[in-house]
């Protein structure tokens, strides 16, 4: 796999603005060069690739190659690519050889964490367009304080699109727009809390932020056991006092896979016969590649199960866009707990996302990202499998990330030389609820987050630090 160029992304688009934009995109590769961050021979991005990274004509990046190319910087060959020189450094500095070890990099060049899309991916035009057709079409009143259960053009569509593509039994009157999951998890835990609730259950391995918020709310969260087959619901009923699970019922985070039929029966039978509720946290229901789609848990029993979803998967967490969709009886709760008036999620990007969703500009964003995203997997696989033998990857029949099975007392290690490397990346342990069964070692890789052009190099450094 050739050596790829990844280090400069998020810096390039925090920097370069105005007419000074070629000049900084040098001024900020040479001194890559001169700090030893792009070795000679890396493989810079084409300039087609890197233009769409930052957002910019592609004249400009090939400009900018070419004037560096000619001063000795870059070299340039015919199917060969774009490459960092050899160069000869000065005589007033003494040479020193590499260490064999690279050093801690205090700013991860790959970030290959779980829970990002492809930032560099966001539908920019056709958001543009559907943000303007919203404008114009807006009420006045869509510019005043809004109702705390969102605006209801887009209660009406996601109430049309969650219909169609997960299978969830909503009305527009039973959903509730709220601004990102944590959100949304926030005002149940109150709501729970207020219907004399003393537990909420989580599941073994997941985000410690959403056991968090529910402790915060004044809640237990005692965890759910774990097997082979994925969450094991039947110790639900021994639990005091609880009034509802978190659950990943379609693909379970982190560890992957979908709950079985016959447990996802026995968790709605758990909370028909206890009066609890199932908060199911839909995350990323939209990326399936080797199956099909796997419905939402919520059209079991509409009135015993909460659904939450989330843009931040499938557009970008920067939206704040989320949304749950409520039994009859708790709407008005949630809706009280939120506020008297919506003053979370602005009414404009409710506006646009509703006429993204309408338009079918969503839908095609999504089957164009699904692709996109299965060939990252795809790759990631066949580079472990020719470089790691011994590390197996698993949970990836969906989502955005891949667990890899490490070889027994190689996690720390493993995640050592990955820092030593640049690479951001977490394990399956830093995911264990603290009173859980330890699970085998395991990195789990977040395939998604890197741009078009830093993927390449991120896999390649990946597979190098893998034992």
């Not at 040479?95 to 801690?104: F, K, L, N």
Request: one cysteine or more.
């Amino acid at each position: 796999m050739a050596n790829d160029w990844a280090a400069f992304g998020a810096d390039l688009h925090l920097e370069l603005r105005g007419t000074r934009l070629r000049a900084g995109l040098m001024d900020a590769l040479r001194e890559a060069v001169r700090s030893g961050r792009l070795a000679a021979g890396t493989r810079l991005p084409s300039s087609r690739s890197l233009a769409a990274d930052l957002g910019t004509a592609r004249n400009t990046v090939a400009d900018a190659y070419a004037e560096l190319v000619a001063e000795g910087w870059l070299t340039a060959r015919q199917g060969s690519g774009t490459r960092v020189a050899d160069r000869a450094e000065p005589r007033d500095r003494p040479r020193h050889r590499a260490p064999a070890t690279p050093p801690v990099t205090a700013t991860p060049v790959h970030n290959l964490k779980a829970g990002t899309p492809d930032l560099a991916s966001f539908p920019r035009a056709d958001w543009l367009k559907a943000y303007r057709r919203a404008l114009t079409a807006a009420p006045d009143e869509a510019f005043g304080y809004g109702d705390p259960r969102g605006r209801p053009e887009l209660r009406t569509a996601l109430a049309e699109y969650l219909a169609r593509a997960r299978g969830v039994h909503a009305r527009p009157g039973r959903i509730v727009v709220c601004a990102g999951f944590v959100h949304g998890l926030t005002l149940i835990g109150r709501v729970l809390r207020d219907r004399g609730a003393r537990a909420a259950a989580v599941e073994s391995y997941g985000l410690r932020v959403h056991a968090d918020v529910l402790a915060g709310a004044g809640l237990d969260t005692p965890p759910l056991p774990f097997d082979e087959r994925g969450t094991r619901v039947d110790g639900l009923t021994s639990l005091t006092g609880c009034g509802a699970v978190l659950m990943t019922a379609a693909h379970q985070f982190p560890l992957g896979g979908a709950l079985p039929p016959d447990r996802r029966a026995a968790v709605v039978d758990w909370a028909r016969a206890s009066g609890g509720l199932v908060l199911e946290d839909d995350y990323d229901g939209e990326f399936r590649y080797d199956r099909q789609p796997v419905g939402a848990l919520q059209g079991l029993d509409p009135e015993r199960v909460v659904y939450l979803g989330t843009a931040s998967k499938s557009l970008a967490p920067g939206l704040r866009l989320a949304w749950m969709v409520l039994p009859e009886g708790l709407v008005d709760e949630v809706a009280a707990a939120k506020g008297a008036v919506d003053w979370v999620s602005s009414a404009t990007d409710q506006l646009a996302f509703a006429e993204f969703l309408r338009s079918g500009a969503y839908d095609r964003h999504v089957r164009a990202m699904r692709l996109r995203y299965r060939r990252r997997r795809d790759q990631l696989v066949t580079a472990v499998a020719a470089h790691a033998p011994e590390t197996r990857v698993g949970g990836i029949a969906a989502g955005l990330h891949a667990v890899l099975t490490l070889p027994p007392g190689t996690e720390r290690p493993t995640l050592r030389a990955a820092a030593r490397h640049g690479i951001a990346v977490h394990t399956v342990s830093q995911y264990r609820h603290p009173t859980a069964l330890p699970a085998p070692p395991a990195l789990v890789v977040g395939y998604a987050t890197p741009s078009d052009s830093a993927w390449p190099g991120a896999l390649e450094t990946l597979c190098r630090v893998l034992p």
